[in-house]
Each structure stands twice: as structure tokens, then as C-alpha cells.
Nanobody, 123 residues
Framework: QVQLVESGGGLVQAGGSLRLSCAAS????????MGWFRQAPGKEREFVAA????????YYADSVKGRFTISRDNAKNTVYLQMNSLKPEDTAIYYC????????????????WGQGTQVTVSS
């Protein structure tokens, strides 16, 4: 069992930056691939970024490539999402997820989800 708690969301102006964190409970964090997803009002939850168990092979949605960076610190049981050059269309609730995957954009492949953190980007 893995419990995930996101933090770091907030209100930022377009062009600004935020860093999201996701803290995981348990001693098996390093055995899970980790992903970030987001859901805007009235839209499906969509993939943002994923990283392998070791922290390698980061994988991004085209919409965030070059602006967002995913990383993890297995010693701290934490995964991060650095978001730069934010746009109003990045406004959403951001969720982290853990799964027995390498890196995957497949929402159904993740077994554990956090409660989400709100990111709002004003124009």
C-alpha cells in the first residue's frame, strides 16, 4: 500500500513557475514508477509526465515538453514536478500516481493516487 500526498500548488501569473511535490508513505517507493496527471474542469484526466523507479527515462506529454521537469528523490520518498513558463491552459488539479510500471502515460496502469493539488495560472 502506498499513500501519496501532493503539495505546492497555488495561483501564479502566466510565465511564472511552480514546483509540485508528492510525498509517498511506505518503504517501497523505489519499486514504483511515478507519474503526474492533471484534470481541468469538464475535461478528462490527462497524462503530464512520468519517471522510472530509478529516476531515469523521464517522459512528457507534448503539451508540457520543454517547460516541465519531473524528478524523484528515493531517499526522501518524493517525486517532483517543476513547472516553468506556465500558461493559463495549465490550470488544473494535478495528481501524482504510483504504479508497477517503467514509465507510462496510461492512467489505468497506476494503482495509487494522491488527492490532488490545485494549480491556477492567470493571464
Amino acid at each position: 500500500q502506498v499513500q501519496l500526498v501532493e503539495s505546492g500548488g497555488g495561483l501564479v501569473q502566466a510565465g511564472g513557475s511552480l514546483r509540485l511535490s508528492c510525498a509517498a508513505s511506505g518503504r517501497t517507493f523505489s519499486s514504483y514508477g511515478m507519474g503526474w496527471f492533471r484534470q481541468a474542469p469538464g475535461k478528462e484526466r490527462e497524462f503530464v509526465a512520468a519517471v522510472s523507479r530509478s529516476g531515469g527515462s523521464p517522459y512528457y506529454a507534448d503539451s508540457v515538453k520543454g517547460r516541465f521537469t519531473i524528478s524523484r528523490d528515493n531517499a526522501k520518498n518524493t517525486v517532483y514536478l517543476q513547472m516553468n513558463s506556465l500558461k493559463p491552459e495549465d490550470t488544473a488539479i494535478y495528481y501524482c500516481a504510483a504504479g508497477k510500471v517503467y514509465t507510462s502515460a496510461g492512467r489505468d496502469l497506476y494503482d495509487y493516487w494522491g488527492q490532488g493539488t490545485q494549480v491556477t495560472v492567470s493571464s
